[in-house]
């Protein structure tokens, strides 16, 4: 599977999830993010394919948020 970035919004509504979560409770659940650039302006990209090999290995969002404590919204 080639690499795939999305921004947060497309992240969120990918995940079925809130921007606020991408930012806060997806690094801690493998949801790899990336910073282009180097002004204070640049945006997160956050890669989509780390976190859909834990989905195809049988780990759900859910199951993994629960383990940990945190809910998804």
């Not at 002004?39 to 969002?61: C, E, H, P, Y």
């Amino acid at each position: 599977m080639p690499l795939q970035f999305m921004d947060s919004k497309q992240s969120a509504e990918y995940l079925n999830v809130s921007i606020t979560w991408t930012y806060r409770d997806g690094p801690q659940l493998g949801l790899a993010a990336y910073k282009f650039g180097t002004d204070r302006n640049a945006k997160l990209q956050f890669m989509i394919s780390t976190w859909t090999r834990g989905i195809d290995s049988n780990v759900s969002a859910d199951t993994a948020a629960r383990n940990r404590g945190l809910v998804l919204a």
